[in-house]
């Protein structure tokens, strides 16, 4: 140790510490060890281990090295930074120039690190625009990360989200907890348990559910007709609307639960905190591994305490009293009845039990509400389609909505056309799931992508992709409908809803949520752009995680239907 004792003076007088061989050994060591590793999975255990190490190291050298605190310290010092020195440098260089992705183009930065798709997100909330101009300027297949390409061919779209993929949920679904026994259906990697724990939320989303869930949607618009009739004339924000009726209807048919957000014109302080979360969810997104440092922190979370309470409440509460439960009235009381009956598709913990419940809440309001404001949105700007739209439902019910009918409502397919067009332009999941290739790589046409490579789909922009779409950034609903032919609609990609086994399961719940929404209020009112509205803010996208869309402000004319 005679070597360590005087580190700096060493140094200075030109000779090579080994300290600076070992450091440097060390972190080329450690890369080469960890680089086939999805280290994202395990980064909050590696950055406490680092720490350890360095206090470690100090106490090597003052009780077996004979040096003094300060020279000990010192050592460690020069240790850690040439091993971080080395580590980085064998990082760069790897991913510059010897990855399995360096024949794919794109940003040299975005070799590098994600970190640059985060800077690029959190400069504007529109990483869109920024992924559509790579795509323009690269081709369909972009190195967007180190080890991720963003494809925008057509011919990808089965091989990543079909049925029969081989493709896997990617490191991206790590971002709060590895273990998959801790997490929500959503995160669960594993395709597996994936299956089993998806029975469970099917039975909850069944034909025979729906019908108990439509009536209490069916209130809740008439409740909306209500407050849009008390505000005739006035000018209303239809993005807090949609949101609050959305948030309502998720009350009731997951929780059995009146939340109040219309009765009070207001969302509660608990659902308010959800958008502050998708502000820094949105740029850590991009960052997997830094999401899962900060959720272990005690106290991260507390920006949405109030939420997080909220749902572990409510799932709570249905606990209690789901091995009595014969026939469950709501979506959470069939996940808690699946542990009352030690179900093999079952939450296995209560931590995924709780996840379950913000999953639920999340996907199924904030999504629906995005789909209702850009509906709104297109069919105030486009009055030929709201008066097209508003004579068939004069049609179905001439004698006004007193008589309105769930069973004449669900045949209406122009409704559904509105909402598939409107999906097809403004999802509110702008970007794919990450998934990650099988370990043999994914042939795709011509083109080979190792294994063990993240891919994803930018569900926006192919949807948008002439290629695939005629006029495609015009709003027409009759692409699904009449000029379904002669549009070519069938067989282009439209992902909306996922695909495969990860299909959303509340696909059919949105659709009646607006359904029973959209035509009772254009049967109620015609709707059109306050003074001073233009749309052109709201139609300016912006994406924090999920679509977040803009105030827009339109007026509720009556049209007297009774």
């Not at 510490?17 to 680089?35: E, N, Q, R």
């Not at 026994?181 to 959503?186: L, M, R, W």
């Not at 009731?252 to 502050?276: C, P, R, T, W, Y």
């Not at 949105?282 to 999401?291: A, D, H, S, T």
């Amino acid at each position: 140790m005679a070597s360590f004792q005087n580190p700096v003076s060493s140094i200075a007088q030109g000779e090579v510490s080994p300290l600076v061989v070992t450091g440097s050994l060390l972190g080329i060591l450690v890369h080469v060890s960890l680089v086939k590793i999805e280290l994202e999975q395990f980064m909050y255990s590696f950055i406490a281990s680092y720490a350890i190490s360095f206090v470690f190291f100090v106490y090597l050298f003052t009780n077996s090295g004979g040096l003094s605190i300060l020279n000990a310290l010192t050592s460690s010092l020069i240790l850690f930074t040439c091993f971080n020195a080395s580590i980085f440098t064998s990082i760069v260089v790897y991913r510059a120039f010897l990855h399995r992705c360096r024949t794919f183009p794109g940003p040299f930065p975005a070799r590098l690190s994600k970190f640059y798709a985060a800077y690029l997100f959190g400069r504007d909330f529109r990483y869109y625009q920024d992924l559509a101009r790579m795509h323009e300027q690269y081709g369909d297949y972009v190195r967007t990360g180190p080890r991720e390409i963003s494809i925008m061919d057509k011919a990808a779209v089965p091989l990543l989200y079909g049925p029969e993929s081989e493709c896997t949920k990617s490191t991206w679904y790590t971002q709060q907890k590895a273990d998959s026994a801790q997490t929500s259906i959503n995160q669960t990697r594993d395709k597996n348990v994936y299956r089993r724990r998806r029975r469970v939320w099917d039975r909850g989303l069944s034909v025979k559910a729906l019908g108990l869930y439509q009536p209490r949607i069916k209130a809740l618009a008439d409740l909306l007709v209500e407050k849009m009739h008390e505000r005739v004339g006035t000018p209303i924000d239809a993005t807090t609307w949609g949101k609050l009726f959305s948030f309502d209807v998720m009350g009731q048919v997951g929780f059995s639960a009146d939340f109040g957000n219309m009765v009070n014109g207001e969302k509660n302080h608990a659902l308010a905190a959800i958008g502050e979360h998708f502000d820094v969810l949105g740029i850590l997104q991009e960052v997997p591994w830094l999401m899962n440092i900060l959720s272990n922190i005690p106290g991260a979370q507390n920006a949405i305490k109030a939420f997080i309470e909220m749902t572990g409440g409510a799932m709570n509460e249905k606990l209690k009293d789901a091995e009595s439960l014969k026939d469950p009235k709501d979506i959470a009381s069939w996940i808690a009845k699946s542990i009352a009956d030690k179900d093999v598709g079952a939450p296995p913990t209560m931590q995924a039990f709780a996840d379950d419940g913000r999953t639920l809440f999340i996907a199924g309001s904030d999504t629906t509400a995005t789909v209702f404001s850009n509906a709104i949105y297109y069919l105030a700007k486009d009055r030929a389609r709201q008066r097209k739209l508003q004579a068939i439902l004069d049609a179905t019910f001439p004698e006004g909505y007193s008589t309105w009918d769930w069973e004449k409502v669900k045949e209406i397919t122009y409704i559904d056309d509105i909402v598939n067009e409107t999906l097809r332009m403004k999802p509110p999941v702008l970007h794919g799931g990450p998934r990650e290739t099988p370990a043999h790589g994914l042939k795709i046409g011509e083109v080979y992508i190792p294994g063990y490579v993240n891919v994803v789909i930018p569900y926006m922009l192919i949807q948008l992709d002439p290629r695939y779409y005629s006029q495609p950034l015009e709003w027409i609903p009759e692409r699904y409908g009449e000029k379904r032919e002669e549009m070519g609609t069938d067989g282009q990609p439209f992902l909306s809803f996922g695909l495969g086994m990860h299909t959303c399961p509340g696909r059919n719940l949105g659709f009646m949520n607006l359904r029973t929404s959209l035509s009772a209020l254009f049967l109620n009112f015609d709707v059109e752009f306050a003074e001073g509205e233009t749309g052109e803010k709201f139609d300016d996208v912006v994406d924090k995680f999920l679509m977040d869309p803009n105030p827009l402000m339109v007026k509720f004319v009556s049209r007297n239907k009774k």
